[in-house]
């Protein structure tokens, strides 16, 4: 398991549509794209993954025209030799697991960077790492993005637990750990912009109000809301990620230093009572 050469689902999935067989683009990108990924994913049918990568970035179907160039775009800037190298630092510096990585392009990722646009995404699961990639994104860019969601991986590895078993505290710490991945690796000017979105009495105010009676929620798919807040709730954008990592940075400035992957190793509830966002 390392960095999936996915250039050649992709592609196979161009090809298919230029044939036009008659057979719907969204048919033939789940079967190209996400049937070859059953083995990771045996309990979902490639229709529900195909549904949630698209959810995060994976791009559309009718956008096959430009895939062809932005794949050769992307070989000429060596995101898979680049990522692959970085995955392996990683594992030795965190002494992570093993993790199949996909690549694909990120929705619009033929459009020239826009504000409107995102240029990257990602997703972690315990066995396998998916990177939405614009080709106008940096390199540091793309390091910063495998770090945080490979310190996921480290973290899902670490606690396993189903995703209907994880706690919303636990959402908070994963996210946090892998923001702060991001700030120890890379520096603060490589950090989401969310984590300063707050002033810390802002941030207790929440915590206190919102967080700390939900904090035993269970099952990821009832923390979304904790974590985006605006449309899905009550609660600011962004307000569980910023609080998230605010918790782990302060656990670190309080309790540390903690370095090479130990933060990973401490639980929930010690991080959060050494932080100054205590329960």
């Given at each position: ?175 946090g750990l892998g ?19 707050y002033s810390l ?20 798919k009832n923390h ?56």
């Amino acid at each position: 398991m390392s960095v999936i050469q996915t250039q050649n689902l992709l592609n196979k999935f161009v090809e298919l549509c230029e044939e036009k067989s008659g057979r719907s683009l969204a048919y033939m990108q789940c079967e190209t794209i996400c049937e070859p990924l059953m083995e990771l994913f045996p309990k979902i049918n490639p229709e529900v993954l195909q549904y949630e990568l698209l959810t995060q970035g994976l791009f559309e179907p009718d956008e096959w025209i430009h895939i062809k160039n932005i794949v050769k775009e992307m070989e000429e800037q060596n995101i898979w030799i680049i990522v692959e190298k970085e995955y392996k630092y990683l594992r030795k510096l965190w002494k992570g697991p093993k993790v199949s990585i996909y690549i694909f392009p990120i929705k619009k990722a033929n459009l020239k960077s826009s504000k409107q646009i995102p240029r990257k995404n990602g997703i972690a699961y315990r066995n396998a790492l998916f990177l939405f990639l614009s080709t106008e994104i940096t390199i540091e860019e793309i390091k910063a993005l495998l770090a945080h969601e490979y310190n996921h991986v480290c973290r899902l590895k670490f606690l396993d637990l189903m995703p209907d078993k994880i706690s919303l505290k636990d959402s908070l710490i994963i996210e946090g750990l892998g923001e702060y991945a991001v700030k120890e690796l890379h520096g603060e000017k490589m950090l989401a912009t969310w984590t300063k979105h707050y002033s810390l009495e802002e941030a207790l105010y929440f915590w206190n109000k919102h967080f700390i009676p939900s904090l035993n929620v269970m099952g990821i798919k009832n923390h979304h809301r904790f974590l985006f807040g605006k449309d899905r709730s009550r609660l600011p954008q962004w307000i569980g990620y910023h609080l998230g990592y605010q918790i782990v940075n302060s656990f670190q400035e309080n309790q540390g230093p903690f370095h090479k992957g130990e933060l990973y190793t401490k639980s929930a509830d010690e991080i959060i009572a050494g932080s100054n966002f205590p329960i």
